[in-house]
């Protein structure tokens, strides 16, 4: 049986990363900001085109952005179509989530129930690396969890012009990994300097504390393995996209799955390709999980419906949301994924409509 599972992480080999590992050991500094960290951070800042600084996590580079744009007491739309970390960052900065349906064809935030929704800041998501383009001339401030898309292209280009701040994440299971780590990336100067700030203990030259922050600092050693990466990432990327296209083609071919396209002008990088399971395929979705399972192949029932995890659940109701959270399963995407990998889920999906027909 051919195994495909979830998330297939790669990374640099050992013999690839020792002329870096021992510099960094013999020289003694292994983290704070370090030669690697500022050698990522500048060839970051120039594939993007926006100034760009590391953190140990996603998750660490949410709460600092969150807590540099002041969200204490603020309602903070996001949606709940997407992974927990997005509400758990604005709780823990400080703010309080306000859960806003989702659009069922391009899986982000419905654009049209912002408008009608009080809050003093708005945290969009970019699921599975599709892009969520906010409307324009927003009163409140944009932000993105931009955690699954680095390496998605709009126009052709990152879209790192969407909002006041974005930030990635490089955990092992997203497409480009430094094992654990996160980037955040905007054009304001001023709000720069103060994540900078909350990235180490809301410290400043002096000593002072201007803000309160935390420690959300990048290793030297997940810093080599970025700049690493990066050599050959343009290429990867490049093909993971392609794969992604076709296994999502091979979905579509079935009554009753529905693979919803990327976005005109968007090329994700799909973190998953996330599929349907409709009424029409005669299957449940978990069972379909569970016969996935059986032949060797990985699959989530992922994103969840945040609204229902119990630290949240208040009764409110987001129908879109529900919907998709009870049918989508997640499928795994690697930029090595093989003809045969992606053959062994069609084959998998036919056995699995076939036995309960
Ligand atoms: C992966 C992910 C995160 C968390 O990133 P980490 O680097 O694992 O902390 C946050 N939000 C979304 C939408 C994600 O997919």
Known sequence: MRHVPIVRPQHPTAVQLLPGLNDILNSGTVTNNGPYVQKF???LTDLLGVPTIVFSSGMAALVAMLRATGVVGVDVICPSFTFPATPHAIVLAGGRPKFVDVDPINLCLDNDAISSVEAGAVLGVDPYGICWQPPPNLAIPVLIDAAPSFGSMVADDPPV???LAQVFSFHATKPFSTMEGGALCTDDAEFLEIARRIRNFGQDASGDCPDIGFNGKMLEICALIGLKQLEDWQHRSYRRTELAVVLGAEM???TGLR????PAGQAPIWTYRPVFVEPEFGVSRDE???GLHDRGIGARAYYCACHKLSCYADGTSL???ERLAASVIALPVYDDMTDRDIAAIVNAFKEIRDEHH
Request: proline share 11%.
């Open 288 to 290: 379909v999980i569970k």
């Open 41 to 43: 951070e500048a060839a």
């Open 252 to 254: 579509r071919r079935f």
């Open 161 to 163: 012009q969407r909002g």
């Open 319 to 321: 129908p879109v949301t």
């Open 259 to 262: 693979a919803p396209a990327a």
